[in-house]
């Protein structure tokens, strides 16, 4: 069944074909949503808010684009909103991240320094990503975390894919400029 198949069973009141949609399209929602938060549970509590949204708002789905194209722009920009809500939270998660890794039982072949160190490097990648400017993170979480070309970046952010390619290098370059002291790059 194709995606507009589907989207007409939904909104016909078909709650079977909405649990096929979810199933088709979880799996991307939630790496999206790991690229801008980073910790799974906040990741798995994102992409169900998305489905909520898909679910409320379906109908108003213009079918000017791909369902995914749509569902893309609404799961980026529901990350971008809970990131805005919560950043001092995850500050404290992410220190709290870097104890538990340090001193919890996941890693028995690792000395608590070499635990420390792998999550202050972490740490730092993860805060560098997070510190980019929206539309370059978008783009960076697109193209790396999803895997996409930057025709289908440039789709999902309603932009060129010359300005993909921009947003891209320039996310690079600020990454690079950002972790290079930190990690020897």
Not at 21 to 50: C, N, P, S
Not at 140 to 152: A, P, R, T
Not at 155 to 168: F, H, P
């Amino acid at each position: 069944m194709t995606d507009e198949q589907l989207i007409q069973e939904i909104i016909s009141g078909n709650t079977l074909a909405f649990k096929t949609l979810m199933e088709k399209y979880r799996e991307r929602v939630f790496h999206v949503a790991m690229g801008f938060v980073h910790l799974k549970e906040d990741a798995e509590d994102l992409t169900q808010e998305v489905f909520i949204k898909v679910y409320l708002s379906l109908s108003t789905f213009n079918h000017h684009s791909e369902f995914s194209t749509w569902l893309y722009r609404l799961t980026i920009n529901t990350c971008i909103n809970f990131v805005n809500r919560n950043r001092g939270k995850r500050f404290l998660q992410s220190i709290e991240d870097v104890w538990q890794s340090a001193f919890g039982q996941h890693d028995n072949e690792k000395s608590p320094l070499e635990k420390i160190e792998v999550s202050e490097r972490n740490l730092l990648i993860k805060q560098a990503i997070d510190s980019l400017p929206a539309k370059q993170r978008s783009a960076f979480v697109l193209s790396k975390y999803e895997d996409l070309s930057q025709k289908e970046v440039a789709a999902i952010m309603n932009i060129t894919e010359g300005a993909v390619e921009q947003l891209l290098q320039r996310a690079k370059n600020n990454l690079r400029k950002k972790l290079g002291p930190s990690i020897g790059n």
